[in-house]
């Protein structure tokens, strides 16, 4: 084995025994690259089929983003822990994304990662309301911490690090009678608006409102987590709009950093307020809302923008399902905007379509819930006509293959 592979697996900490082991020399828009070889000098390319699970919204090597990169790196990176100094572009992103939510989401919390986002937002719950029950829903997915792997709604990656924390409870998603469950006891609802990591799962029509009526109603906040659905993704920037919900906390991330490592929560001033006193520095993070990463993140949130990305992730979505969705081998296609799950309706299937698409130069996943379907949600700069090579080159190099 080459050497560089053998380094990976010797000096790199593994997650699986079955890492994809491409190695990667660049990325360009919705392609990136192996090194060259002599037989392929350009490099094999592969189709980001994922964008890195919906990071990667504005496409590989942005050169709005890589700019708005190299000219803060040159200015300043890290000075102080979180929350201390004023730095231009986090307040900018800060008041970039407030402007975008309605009232009142106004205030930006910045973190590392999704996981911690779901953390601080669960920790904030705790300390406005005074309660402790976390409610969830089961096959949702909002993190790999300790905490958010208590709302995590499956048991085969939990079990092995119990005792987690106690007094969370699962309802099953889209279940109107299960929310019944959520009391006078409970802190928070956490819901995913559309679940990703069970297979793409949207809401029932309606579910989201009783959703938010029910905790008005007990006086629960409720968090929605827009880690994955955020940014353009469902077809709109957030999937808050799509369905005109507010939650009380929404929390953020992958897509957030346009590439770079970036998190947040957002809520009203009011409930933000919890974590300043009594007592205070209610979370702490030294790297939070780091200078690169929101100038980063304030690039592709324009570009985003400028280009009509969020609008244009709907019939873009609707393209792929219609040249895919007509297959014999596929079973169903669920979607919201250009997150689909192309249902294949077994998991052998579903391991000889992802090496068929691996071989076909196409990088797809499946679901951490759900291991008959394969994902698809590239870059939102994919344009139809590439939309329309792939589906070309998926129908003949892998669904006909099955
Ligand atoms: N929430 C959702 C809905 C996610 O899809 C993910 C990651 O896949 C997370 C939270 C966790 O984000 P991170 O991996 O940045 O901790």
């Known amino acids: 084995m080459e050497i560089l592979r053998k380094q990976f697996l010797q000096h790199v900490g593994q997650t699986s025994d079955s890492p994809l082991m491409i190695e990667v020399a660049r990325a360009e828009g919705i392609y990136f690259y192996e090194p060259g070889t002599a037989a392929c000098p350009e490099g094999k390319r592969y189709v980001d089929l994922i964008s890195g ?14 700019e708005a990169v190299c000219a803060q790196a040159r200015d300043y990176m890290h000075i102080m822990v979180y929350g201390e100094m004023v730095e231009r572009p986090q307040v900018k992103y800060a008041a970039a994304i407030a402007s975008l939510l309605p009232a009142p989401l106004e205030s930006v919390y910045f973190v590392n990662s999704g996981a911690e986002a779901v953390e601080g937002a669960l920790k904030l719950a705790k300390r406005y309301t005074h309660r402790t029950e976390i409610v969830s829903f089961l096959n949702a997915y909002h993190g790999s911490t300790h905490g958010s792997m208590s709302v995590m709604g499956g048991e085969t990656f939990v079990g092995a690090y119990r005792p987690l924390l106690p007094d969370t409870r699962k309802l099953h998603y889209n279940c109107f009678d299960d929310l019944a469950q959520i009391t006078e006891r409970t802190a928070c609802v956490l819901v995913e608006p559309v679940q990703g990591e069970s297979g793409v799962r949207p809401p029932l029509p309606g579910f989201l409102d009783a959703l938010r009526q029910r905790c008005s109603e007990v006086g629960a906040l409720l968090i929605f987590d827009e880690i994955q659905t955020g940014f353009g993704r469902s077809g709109a920037m957030f999937a808050l709009e799509r369905y005109r919900v507010t939650p009380d906390i ?21 409930i933000m307020a919890g974590l300043q006193s009594d007592p205070p520095l209610g979370h702490i993070t030294t790297f939070g809302g780091h200078p690169v990463c929101c100038a980063a993140g304030l690039a592709a949130l324009n570009y985003i923008t400028e280009h009509n990305l969020a609008a244009e992730a709907e019939p873009k979505g609707a393209l792929f399902e219609a040249l895919l969705g007509d297959h014999p081998t596929v079973v169903e296609i669920r979607r919201s905007g250009l997150l689909l799950a192309v249902e294949l309706g077994s998991s052998e299937r579903l391991f000889r379509a992802m090496a ?31 939309i329309r090579t792939c589906c070309a080159d998926i129908r003949r190099e892998v669904l006909d293959k099955l």
């Open 356 to 386: 068929l698409l691996k071989e076909a130069g196409y990088l797809s996943d499946w679901f951490l819930f759900c291991d008959t379907a394969f994902r698809i949600s590239p870059p939102l700069v994919i344009t139809e006509e590439q």
């Open 53 to 66: 699970v919906s990071v990667s919204n504005v496409g590989h090597g942005n050169p709005a983003v890589v």
């Open 250 to 270: 929404l929390c953020l991330a992958k897509a957030l950093g346009g590439g770079m490592p970036l998190g947040a929560f957002v809520s009203s001033n009011e």
